[in-house]
């Protein structure tokens, strides 16, 4: 996702409370300078703010949807409307979000509804063009500024839970690999004349037990500090049924 573009340095006005971010570069907002330049210069001026606040770094580039947030490692496209008597034209309206609905895995509308009479409107056009349900999701608010902090809320929200899976995945594969190792070393150790050592210097080299019964004596030798006559314990080992069941004594 291209990130290219003039960077948009915070207001110096005080900066409205803070969000749990993602750590240090937790992530960037990438403005549409079509919906920017929509906008009221004070909305610009608080978005900025509140960016800075949270960390997150606002630039400005020619984009479809109005917004597009990066936030660990996860982005998420908007389409943010802060004034939904603007939208003269509805079906022009929906017909971007549906196709922007197909160009992005994760999409969401925000829209301002100030009045009861917005709120009917929207609800009738919702239905009127046929919006499936959650595809993509809507997000209703009151005013802009509140649609704007829970855009980076949910931004923000799946970037965490994009890093706790990541994490857990990392946590998960580890632990396998620890299991597979203490196998391996199990199993090779329990062959006479092979200890912990060996075990591990072939665990390094082929990486897992039916490798190491697949290889060759000669394959042993070249890679590992093995001697002669264990590889021909192992070998022996794996491929000799009269050695492998005969009664071992270490």
């Not at 509308?109 to 999701?137: C, H, I, W």
């Not at 042993?220 to 004594?249: C, G, H, V, W």
Request: glycine share 4%.
């Amino acid at each position: 996702m291209a990130t290219s573009g003039s960077s948009h340095s915070p207001s110096t006005d005080q900066p409205p409370p803070s969000l749990p971010n993602l750590g240090s570069g937790a992530g960037v907002c990438i403005m549409s300078n079509a919906w920017k330049d929509e906008q009221d210069p004070s909305l610009i001026s608080f978005i900025s703010s509140y960016l800075g606040s949270n960390s997150l770094r606002l630039n400005f580039v020619s984009i479809s949807p109005d917004l597009i947030f990066n936030c660990g490692g996860v982005s998420i496209a908007f389409v943010f409307v802060t004034k939904w008597d603007d939208c003269c034209n509805v079906g022009s309206f929906f017909n971007r979000v549906k196709r922007l609905e197909t160009q992005f895995a994760r999409l969401y509308v925000v829209a301002t509804l100030s009045t009861k009479e917005q709120n009917d409107s929207f609800m009738r056009s919702y239905f009127q063009y046929e919006m499936e349900f959650g595809k993509p999701a809507f997000v209703l608010v009151t005013d802009a500024e509140m649609g704007f902090e829970k855009i980076v809320k949910v931004s923000q929200s799946r970037g965490m839970c994009k890093q706790q899976k990541v994490a857990s995945k990392v946590k998960v594969e580890r632990k396998r690999a620890v299991q597979d190792t203490d196998t391996f070393i199990r199993v090779l150790t329990s062959i006479p004349n092979i200890d912990k050592h060996d075990a591990n210097s072939l665990y390094q080299a082929i990486g897992s037990i039916d490798a190491t019964a697949k290889t060759s004596k000669e394959d042993m030798l070249a890679n590992t500090d093995l001697s002669a006559d264990k590889t021909d314990i192992l070998s022996r080992f794996f491929q000799d049924p009269e050695f492998y069941l005969s009664p071992k004594f270490n």
